[in-house]
T-cell receptor, first 112, second 115 residues
């Protein structure tokens, strides 16, 4: 029962262009969402988060958009850089809950 | 330099053996977690602990055990009852419980393989 889904296993983008990574969730109780970045043989590192009271959060080149009615969030990276090549996981939790639910990840390749 | 240390990075287990994966953090975080990652799957929660001497089962706790005797340490034992232990194991910590708006910090993982 996958409550958080990342339907694109991989994505390739040219350097300098926009990368858009998508994530869908099914549990309407989720109200806090995060994106993590993971390099091979390393643990995930926190990238950016958004709470359900917002529909957008920016941090430098990274912007997360939340569409609660569609139960959809996306991560935009502009401009994309080769160092952004990694696996990106989205995660969600409910304020009343005690755990995060992770998507299966999207492998981003930024082509120089 | 604060962080989470998992050891060993690679671990091999014979059939029928128990093995213990170490996780230590010096971030002064109250909450700690163990996840398992399999190819093509997201991170799945095995156990978590929000305070010393207390822990709860996650979604896939069968065949695993934990202890939380110290705030900075949360070892995971993979018992012989775990029928498919080969996986990448990640330990994480956070300042508060997961559902409280705090991101988790992860270690670099331990890859467990069966000989």
């Amino acid at each position: 029962d996958q409550q958080v889904k990342q339907n694109s296993p991989s994505l390739s983008v040219q350097e300098g262009r926009i990368s858009i990574l998508n994530c869908d969730y099914t549990n309407s109780m989720f109200d806090y969402f995060l994106w993590y970045k993971k390099y091979p043989a390393e643990g995930p590192t926190f990238l950016i988060s958004i709470s359900s009271i917002k529909d957008k959060n920016e941090d430098g080149r990274f912007t997360v958009f939340l569409n609660k009615s569609a139960k959809h969030l996306s991560l935009h990276i502009v401009p994309s850089q080769p160092g952004d090549s990694a696996v990106y996981f989205c995660a969600a939790s409910a304020w009343t809950g005690n755990q995060f639910y992770f998507g299966t990840g999207t492998s981003l390749t930024v082509i120089p | 330099d604060g962080g989470i240390t998992q050891s060993p990075k690679y671990l091999f287990r014979k059939e029928g053996q128990n093995v213990t994966l170490s996780c230590e953090q010096n971030l002064n975080h109250d909450a700690m977690y163990w996840y398992r990652q399999d190819p093509g799957q997201g991170l799945r929660l095995i156990y978590y602990s929000q305070i010393v001497n207390d822990f709860q089962k996650g979604d896939i706790a069968e065949g695993y055990s934990v202890s939380r005797e110290k705030k900075e340490s949360f070892p995971l034992t993979v018992t012989s009852a775990q029928k498919n232990p080969t996986a990448f194991y990640l330990c994480a910590s956070s300042a508060q419980g997961q559902g409280r708006g705090q991101p988790q910090h992860f270690g670099d993982g331990t890859r467990l393989s069966i000989l």
